[in-house]
């Protein structure tokens, strides 16, 4: 049993894959500029070291927020858990 794929499907899969690849494009080049990626700091004024400093310490004290209630969601579920087996 073979699968066959027509050409009009095979375009559409093409331009979907295009798309995708632009936008990752994007993203990534609306990152470098948020972030200032790939500008050496000597060539920063001062006023973009320090949304430099900001933004990077504003990202990650939101990964250290996901990160400690991911943490917290676990724990609770654990001890549900564990109730659950002394309950039975």
């Not at 990964?63 to 943490?71: A, E, G, I, N």
């Not at 724990?75 to 659950?84: I, L, N, P, V, Y």
């Amino acid at each position: 049993m073979s699968i066959t794929i027509t050409e009009a499907e095979l375009a559409k899969f093409k331009k979907l894959e295009e798309q995708s690849n632009k936008r990752k494009k994007q993203i990534t080049n609306n990152y470098k500029k948020y972030y200032f990626v790939g500008i050496p700091d000597d060539q920063l004024s001062d006023e973009q070291k320090n949304l430099k400093k900001e933004r990077i310490i504003k990202r990650k004290n939101l990964q250290l927020k996901s990160y400690y209630k991911k943490k917290e969601k676990a724990k609770k579920e654990r001890e549900e858990s564990r109730a659950q087996v002394f309950e039975e």
